[in-house]
């Protein structure tokens, strides 16, 4: 099957559905069993899809696990009621204390924020490491390195991993390190994680999945390999999610297709307007030649989406905020993957940063490119831009 028909298929088996088209909310804590016998069934495939007790999941989150499945190519879902929960029950399932792990200098800030603390209090050992590294994170590599955790593209600088080379070298490795990936930009269409060497891949459903900016959800999905160990850890660490939410995830994935070419076609429209303007010192669009890590998205993956960055020649702080503060499209919001458009001002990326030196003295601007027309968000950031040079 084919990209759009699996998106339109996935996760609609009749036991999920009895036929209705999109599986419907099953909300529940309890499940009661008639007999010993069935309840004794339910008990011992406590790992498999059978309703048990609420925590479980219900036949919402066992269709919306099955579809993130198809959708991924994993053998295994679990859902969390974020993906920050997803990122970090994906890590603490597969480290501990005494154990090393490489984490991405350019992930999302929570996930390194979860590294420097919770991390370091249950005596996980942390190195931080170049995006761009490719194969050479073998070097970094410890004896008791367990998980190389990677985000590509990094969430606000965008560069691309070289990720068929880092799980490479990972699996090469005596302990065969565990690799994450944050494969949120992606979605779950447009890179394939298992194919690509990659064990466990998170996604922050938050954002193209529900598409909608209403509903936080996350899920973490695994290859045979991880599948068991983290399965069983995302449950003692008590996650569920709830089932309406579930339910508006499984709603959005159905548009995921078109939303995306959509949103990649004004994104791409606009990214190389911005690349020809005055006030733009380069512009960090994967499917740009100027964005680091380019030909991996070349390569390895099948599509683009929205959300994008660009560094300004010249600002100032008075300069940014009047270009920022008089969007008409452009609001100023956390998150992205909605079908509106979202603009962030962000300074001191020289702090946010360990292992790498961020090369950019101008502010970074990032954009997530939502669904209205591209001559009305042009217009938009064209007054920005007016608003930005006269205090410059
Ligand atoms: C938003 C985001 C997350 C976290 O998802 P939440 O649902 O907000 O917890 C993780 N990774 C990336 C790349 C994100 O953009």
């Given at each position: 099957m084919k990209k759009n028909s699996k998106i339109v298929n996935a996760g609609r088996q009749s036991k999920w559905t009895q036929g209705i088209v999109n599986p419907p909310v099953y909300r529940a804590s309890t499940v009661v069993f008639d007999t010993v016998a069935e309840m004794k069934h339910a008990s011992a495939n406590k790992a498999k899809q059978v309703p048990f007790y609420g925590r479980r999941g219900t036949p919402t989150t066992f269709a919306f696990a099955d579809a993130m499945n198809e959708l991924e190519g994993g053998v295994g879902c679990y859902v969390y009621p974020c993906g920050t929960a997803a990122i970090t029950s994906a890590i603490l399932a597969f480290v501990k204390s005494g154990d090393h792990l490489l984490m991405v200098d350019t992930a999302y800030e929570p996930t390194r924020d979860f590294c420097q603390k919770t991390l370091a209090k249950f005596g996980v050992e942390v190195t931080f490491y170049d995006p761009m590294i490719g194969k050479a994170i073998g070097k970094l590599?410890?004896?008791?390195?367990k998980v190389i955790f990677l985000e590509s593209p990094g969430s606000l600088t965008m560069e691309v991993q070289d990720v068929p080379g880092i799980c490479a070298v990972a699996h090469a490795q005596p302990q065969d390190i565990t690799v994450i990936l944050d494969n949120t930009w992606a979605s779950?269409?447009?890179?394939q994680p298992f194919a690509h060497g990659v064990d466990v891949s998170v996604q922050?459903?938050?954002?193209?999945?529900?598409?909608?900016?209403?509903v936080m959800l996350g899920t973490a999905t695994a290859n045979k390999k991880a599948w068991p160990i983290l399965r069983e850890n995302s449950y003692l660490l008590g996650q569920c999610a709830s089932p309406d939410d579930i339910y508006l995830a499984m709603r959005g994935i159905r548009t995921l297709g078109v939303r995306l070419k959509q949103h990649q076609q004004s994104s791409l429209q606009i990214a190389k307007w911005l690349a020809e303007r005055p006030e733009v010192k380069t512009v960090l669009h994967p499917a740009l030649s100027s964005c680091p890590g380019h030909e991996f998205f070349e390569r390895d993956f099948e599509g683009g989406n929205g959300l994008f960055s660009f560094v300004l020649n010249k600002s100032n702080d008075k300069a940014l905020t009047a270009l920022l503060d008089g969007m008409h499209h452009f609001k100023m919001g956390?998150?992205?993957?909605?079908f509106e458009s979202l603009i962030l001002g962000i300074t001191?990326?020289?702090?946010?940063?360990?292992?790498?030196?961020?090369?950019?003295q101008g502010a970074l601007i990032r954009l997530h490119i939502g669904l209205e027309d591209v001559e009305d968000l042009i217009a938009d950031l064209e007054q920005g831009f007016k608003r930005l040079n006269a205090h410059l």
């Open positions: 590599i410890q004896t008791n390195t779950p269409i447009n890179f922050a459903a938050t954002k193209y999945i529900v598409g909608h900016s209403d956390f998150s992205w993957g909605g001191g990326l020289k702090n946010m940063r360990s292992a790498t030196e961020w090369p950019h």
